[in-house]
């Protein structure tokens, strides 16, 4: 467990972990992270294509568009998500306040830092932090993804629970396929 995850949420409703074992070390399984692009993610793709349908419907933007950009940096491009904490070669981590239950996830504009994440408590939101770290092991790597989610209210718990239920399997498919892509990378890269 990331200690840096437990600072920005060491309270939570739900979490989800997953890791891989990578013979490699973790130097070159970060920069296959950072490089792993939607291209190599095929039903993760269409599964995140299912989800923001309703936002391109009413002219929104979507990562999707990019394929061949590397999923990091459409998250950091991706002004709603917000860097909380990075240690080149170790972790990195991701933070995002919405109301993630709805077709076209609202997000409160005040949320812009770190800072304003970890302190942000209006009723009515999701927090969500996703952590990636990597741990030295062997003469390899293990490679971890963990997601925290935190609602600010009881109403918010009841809806973001039932829509866990329903995309959580779908969150782990996303999350195991890009750990594999890494894996696949840093295979190739050797």
Known sequence: MSDTLQTFMPTYDHRVVHAIGIPAPPEDVWAQMLAVTLAELPLPRLLM????????????????????????????????????????????????????????????????????????????????????????????SRLVTETRIQGTDPRVRRLFAAYWWLIRPGVGLIRRSALNAVARRCDHSV
């Open 49 to 140: 294509a299912i989800r923001t349908f309703p936002t391109r419907l009413r002219g929104g933007e979507s990562a999707l568009t990019a394929r061949s950009q590397p999923l990091a940096e459409l998250f950091r491009a991706d002004n709603r998500w917000i860097t909380l904490a990075q240690e080149p070669g170790h972790e990195l981590v991701l933070g995002r306040v919405a109301r993630f239950w709805q077709p076209v996830p609202t997000a409160p504009a005040n949320v812009r830092t770190a800072e304003d994440l970890t302190a942000f408590q209006e009723s009515g939101f999701a927090k969500a932090v996703i952590s990636h770290e990597i741990i030295p092991e062997g003469t390899g």
